[in-house]
C-alpha cells in the first residue's frame, strides 16, 4: 500500500526558532502534497496545497512567510514554520496524491509531528 | 464554499452496540465523500469512500455508509461496536474538480463502552 512519512514525529523547540517537518513519500511519486494542521480536539485544516516543481498554494490566512513549503522532489516535501511562537504548537500532519490533482486520487496521510514550540 | 457538519462531537456506544456518526454536506453539486479515522496521536487512515456508483460503500473494519443525495448525508454505520473502533472520527467532501482539497468536519470522538 501507499505509505507517507513524516519526520520528526514530535519536535520541541523554542520560541524564535525555526523548526523543518519532512514529508515523503515511500513508494509513490506525488505532484501534490497537502499541509494540515489540527489543533487539540479539532478537526484538520488545510494549510497549503504543495507542488513539486512550483510554488506552494496557501489557504486563506495562513501566513506563506511563516510557513515555508519546499516541494523539491516527487517523494518530499517540507514546511518549515519559521521564528516559531507558543501559539504555533499543534499537531502538522501532510498528505501525498498520486496521480494528477486534476483527476479524483485518494490521498495518503502521514503520521502526523508534535510540534511543541516553548 | 462547501462545508461539513458532524452531529455530535462525543458518541458513547456499548460494545456490541450500533455505531451511527453523523455526517451532513452543504453542496451544489454532490461532492466526493470520504470517513476516516484517527487514533490517538496519529495520523488519517481512509474508512471509506463514495466517488460514484452505488451509494451504500463498504469499508474496512465493518463500516459503512450510505450516499443520500436528497438529504446531503453521508452517514456511518457499523453494526456491532468493538474496543478497537474507540477514536476519533472524520467526514471529508472535496468537490469533484478541485484538485483533491479535502474540507474536514469536526470530528466525533467515539467512546465504547464495555
Known amino acids: 500500500g501507499a505509505v507517507v512519512s513524516q519526520h520528526p514525529s514530535w519536535v520541541i523547540c523554542k520560541s524564535g526558532t525555526s523548526v523543518k517537518i519532512e514529508c515523503r513519500s515511500l513508494d509513490f511519486q506525488a505532484t501534490t502534497m497537502f499541509w494540515y494542521r489540527q489543533f487539540p480536539k479539532q478537526s484538520l485544516m488545510l494549510m497549503a496545497t504543495?507542488?513539486?516543481?512550483?510554488?506552494?498554494?496557501?489557504e486563506q490566512g495562513v501566513e506563506k512567510d511563516k510557513f515555508l513549503i519546499n516541494h523539491a522532489s516527487l517523494t518530499l516535501s517540507t514546511l518549515t514554520v519559521t521564528s516559531a511562537h507558543p501559539e504555533d504548537s499543534s499537531f502538522y500532519i501532510c498528505?501525498?496524491?498520486?496521480?494528477?490533482?486534476?483527476?479524483?486520487?485518494?490521498?495518503?496521510f502521514g503520521p502526523g509531528t508534535r510540534l511543541t514550540v516553548l | 464554499a462547501q462545508s461539513v457538519t458532524q452531529l455530535g462531537s462525543h458518541v458513547s456506544v456499548s460494545e456490541g452496540a450500533l455505531v451511527l456518526l453523523r455526517c451532513n454536506y452543504s453542496?451544489?453539486?454532490?461532492?466526493?465523500l470520504f470517513w476516516y479515522v484517527q487514533y490517538p496521536n496519529q495520523g488519517l487512515q481512509l474508512l471509506l469512500k463514495?466517488?460514484?456508483?452505488?451509494?451504500l460503500v463498504k469499508g474496512i473494519n465493518g463500516f459503512e455508509a450510505e450516499f443520500k443525495k436528497s438529504e446531503t448525508s453521508f452517514h456511518l454505520t457499523k453494526p456491532s461496536a468493538h474496543m478497537s473502533d474507540a477514536a476519533e472520527y472524520f467526514c471529508?467532501?472535496?468537490?469533484?474538480?478541485?484538485?483533491?482539497?479535502?474540507?474536514f468536519g469536526g470530528g466525533t470522538r467515539v467512546l465504547v463502552k464495555p
Open positions: 453542496s451544489s453539486v454532490p461532492p466526493y
Open positions: 471529508a467532501v472535496t468537490p469533484k474538480a478541485a484538485g483533491n482539497k479535502l474540507t
Open positions: 463514495y466517488t460514484t456508483g452505488a451509494t
Open positions: 504543495s507542488n513539486e516543481g512550483s510554488k506552494a498554494t496557501y
Open positions: 498528505s501525498a496524491l498520486p496521480g494528477s490533482p486534476s483527476s479524483y486520487n485518494e490521498q495518503f
